[in-house]
């Protein structure tokens, strides 16, 4: 095994310093973050970042850095409120990679890609066409996180479009038959193909 | 699609409702974070919401309830600062899953299970053997999350082992190439088999 011990970390370029600390967490969610300015303008971006806050009530968070390509999504969430989140599946990749290039405010991410929003159920915030996950968001909080100028954005879900074949008996959404990418590190995407699921555990 | 309102997950029972919420954000992290306490019981528990932070500082954060199974975790960081984060691979999944049993506190994972604890560079905490990616992490900072009584924690990594195979020129670490697992909802376990990386995006 190879030890790099954080005191390296200043020692490398830039580059290499982000490729490794990306990938330490592990496999990361792979999202499409939908929103709407307020003269009508709609945004997408893609998050590695989006994480199971609780199930009762229902929340997701997300972090972000608003002085970054994502201060558009944020602005947009603090001045509408809503955002959809809607899952990467294979054959959008490129597209949904693509929205991490630095585009102005007045211009949407839906015009320079192959992705197509969509509105649904009265919802004002614009969902990604096709995939096969799609969640309707509202805003609930959020925190500056000190150590490093970043903020965690929390978010009830207030509605969920699933393909009915995710959907199992028991309420589990089986991600890897709608072929749904996990991100590993800055532009690396893994497209498990079958889960196995195991059993409730208890003391032994 | 299946359209799902929020106000029906308050008619759900409660495992279809943890199970559709917990897979509502797509592929997390497959972790088991180690920890040791002050009278020197070793403590593992696996974690599916370790994120990224920042690279600068090296950061990374997880949630936890100290009302659930992870008081442990979360009692001994705050007591001694450190823990490791190890990552979960194929072949130690079904005991890194017992780990999510309630145990009382004198009680090791390590000896309820064929994980082994291990320990280098002098570091406090007990990573677990074999892993491929083993993070020794240093608390930070923690934020109570207001809307549903939950903790972050952060922690800068400190040291970072990998097995020589997954490093790349770059720094980009191969997770794919270890084996290692993502978490789908509750239960399910997903293992990449290959990743594709994409460029970096500029405008068009």
């Keep these: 095994m190879t030890y790099i011990d954080s005191n390296a970390f200043d020692t490398f370029d830039h580059l290499y310093r982000i490729n490794l600390i990306n990938s330490c967490s592990g496999y990361k969610s792979a999202n499409l973050i939908g929103t709407k300015c ?9 998050f590695s970042s ?6 009762n009530p229902a929340m997701l968070g997300f972090f972000c850095r608003p002085t970054t390509v994502t201060r558009n999504t944020y602005n947009n969430i603090k001045t509408t409120g809503l955002y ?15 929205t991490s ?22 919802f004002k915030a614009p969902f990604v066409k096709n995939a096969p996950l799609q969640l309707a968001m509202k805003f609930v909080e959020e ?15 207030v509605g969920i479009h699933v393909d009915n074949e995710l959907l199992k008996d028991d309420g589990f959404i089986d991600l890897a038959k709608a ?5 590993n590190g800055l532009d690396g995407y893994a497209v498990p193909k079958s889960t196995t699921r195991l059993e409730y555990q208890r003391p032994k």
């Design 38 to 46: 307020s003269n009508g303008i709609e945004n997408v971006a893609v």
């Design 101 to 122: 290039a630095k585009y102005d405010s007045h211009i949407s991410e839906f015009d320079k890609t192959r992705l197509i929003s969509e509105y649904k159920k009265e």
């Design 50 to 55: 989006v994480t199971h806050i609780g199930s």
């Design 143 to 157: 925190y500056h996180i000190k150590a490093n100028d970043t903020i965690l954005v929390i978010g009830k879900i």
């Design 84 to 98: 959809t989140i809607n899952h990467i599946h294979e054959s959008i990749l490129e597209d949904a990679h693509h």
């Design 179 to 183: 072929n749904i990418a996990a991100i």
